[in-house]
């Protein structure tokens, strides 16, 4: 299917905003860290589920030990260290300056993937590239946070900011190498998913907050919906497709596409919490959307 590899990224993105304005709403009740662990619990549920009824077994045990390897570290790096290092991020600095600091994934992987697979982008690509991500950086760079936001340490924020941005991109450069020869996006998710929730899991266990979790959402049945809404969206259906779009696109293209998300809330944010949107955000917004079309052109 021509431009699969494009509709996949896209439909990332826009998994991924819905799924962020979910995650805001439960992060705010009990926390980021507990959103974080649950979200990758749920996910894995429903991903043994899926594989289970397409391919008759929970996880792909019939892949060979080097795709476990490569999408195991994958998962941990991009899913359970990567989340961790940008929610540090956002606390620290504040959700403008971390979703900016987040953008420079599609950077971190254009090179990585040069590098390592030798990837090479042609001019047009770059062009593209280089709009859409300053469209993003005028979006988010417009948006004026609450004044209540919390900050902390903002040279820690912002380091921990990069770190996010790397880790995603790594996660991804990973995830191609353990998914060559058109392996399932969703069988590699299952493996990505069952590292993440081990990591981030027995961290728990070793922090002492297992049972803390637990007892945080006990008693609240709406969160625990929004958290296994939110886990089908993102982590199952946002990170597939995520999978699918890097299969078929180069990695720099397909970061490029799912750094779209701040610009996706905009519409939502407008139409759904009527919130008021600035010249400066619209034409961020036709920026990014030049970028997305001369990547598609290209």
Do not use: C
């Amino acid at each position: 299917m021509k431009f699969l590899g494009e509709i996949a990224a896209l439909a990332t993105a826009v998994f991924f905003a819905m799924t962020a304005l979910i995650f805001t709403s439960t992060g705010r009740s009990v926390g980021s860290q507990i959103t974080n662990r649950m979200r990758l619990l749920f996910a894995l549920i429903y991903l043994i589920v899926l594989n289970l009824i397409a391919f008759h077994e929970p996880l792909p045990f019939s892949a060979d030990s080097s795709r476990w390897l490569w999408l195991s570290l994958s998962g941990i790096i991009g899913l359970s260290l990567g989340d961790a290092f940008l929610f540090q991020s956002l606390v620290s600095v504040g959700t403008r300056l971390g979703s900016l600091l987040l953008s420079l994934a599609p950077i971190f992987g254009s090179i990585i993937a040069w590098v390592f697979f030798g990837e090479i982008l042609t001019f047009w690509q770059i062009t593209g590239i280089i709009l859409a991500l300053a469209g993003i950086a005028w979006v988010v760079a417009s948006h004026e946070e609450a004044p209540d936001t919390p900050h902390g340490n903002t040279r820690r924020g912002v380091i921990f900011g990069i770190l996010a941005g790397l880790g995603q991109a790594v996660g991804i450069v990973l995830s191609k190498q353990g998914m060559s020869g058109n392996f399932s996006p969703f069988q590699a998710n299952a493996i990505r998913m069952l590292a993440a929730v081990l990591f981030i899991w027995v961290w728990a266990a070793f922090r002492g907050e297992t049972g803390s979790t637990f007892r945080e959402l006990r008693g609240k049945p709406r969160i625990l919906g929004l958290l296994a809404l939110g886990a089908f969206i993102g982590p199952v259906l946002g990170v597939s497709s995520s999978l699918l779009a890097i299969q078929h696109i180069e990695i720099g293209i397909a970061s490029t596409l799912i750094a779209l998300t701040p610009v996706i809330i905009l519409p939502i944010s407008y139409f759904v919490f009527k919130e008021k949107i600035g010249w400066q955000a619209i034409l961020g917004t036709i920026l990014a959307i030049a970028g997305v079309a001369v990547l598609f052109l290209a």
